[in-house]
T-cell receptor
């Protein structure tokens, strides 16, 4: 059984640029959730996708957008990057929206 | 709005000690509660999940309890080891399917 994978591991971008982060869900899981974790804080919910549809969104602006593909992998896109977007971005997959969530290793994004 | 609190923010104990990590939440309308471990700069490892209808779950040296009515959960670690040093986060899953996390407790187990 393959766990949750994320790419890339690290990324450095300049303010104003756009970034795409990728996540492959655990085998058999149809739900993917994305979280942002700033240094020293708990993860904050960005949004969740269930069977390719958005299924809940946290308090993040529209420049944070996502996709889920038929194989249940997912992308997180962030436009017009700001310095405060620097964080660890975590992806989690589950069998349902309220099921046990399994996290990937994260993508460390630095915006300069 | 759900809020999750973990106090203290950091804890240092000698090896072999039994310890309890506390978590409180403000809205008792939850589906489940999960405890996670996070090593520095890494992702989250799920330790235990307690469904809202359950009172506790056990895995090895770990035992987690849930008192939904009072909005509290505890994670008990028996016979702590230096390898247990990490940040422990609790998170509650609400009706909107999102996990709301506390800030975590950073545990250091001294040899």
């Amino acid at each position: 059984e393959t766990g949750v994978t994320q790419s890339p591991t690290h990324l450095i971008k300049t303010r104003g640029q756009q970034v795409t982060l990728r996540c492959s869900s655990q085998s058999g899981h149809n739900t993917v959730s994305w979280y942002q974790q700033a240094l020293g804080q708990g993860p904050q919910f960005i949004f969740q996708y269930y069977r390719e549809e958005e299924n809940g969104r946290g308090n993040f602006p529209p420049r944070f957008s996502g996709l889920q593909f038929p194989n249940y992998s997912s992308e997180l896109n962030v436009n017009a990057l700001e310095l405060d977007d620097s964080a660890l971005y975590l992806c989690a997959s589950s069998l349902s929206g309220v099921g046990e969530q399994y996290f990937g290793p994260g993508t460390r994004l630095t915006v300069t | 709005k759900q809020e999750v609190t973990q106090i203290p923010a950091a804890l240092s104990v000698p090896e072999g000690e039994n310890l309890v990590l506390n978590c409180s939440f403000t809205d008792s309308a939850i589906y489940n509660l999960q405890w996670f471990r996070q090593d520095p700069g890494k992702g989250l490892t799920s330790l235990l999940l307690i469904q809202s209808s359950q009172r506790e779950q056990t895995s090895g040296r770990l035992n987690a309890s849930l008192d939904k009515s009072s909005g509290r959960s505890t994670l008990y670690i028996a016979a702590s080891q230096p390898g247990d040093s990490a940040t422990y986060l609790c998170a509650v899953c609400g009706a909107n399917s999102k996990l709301t996390f506390g800030k975590g407790i950073t545990l250091s187990v001294r040899p």
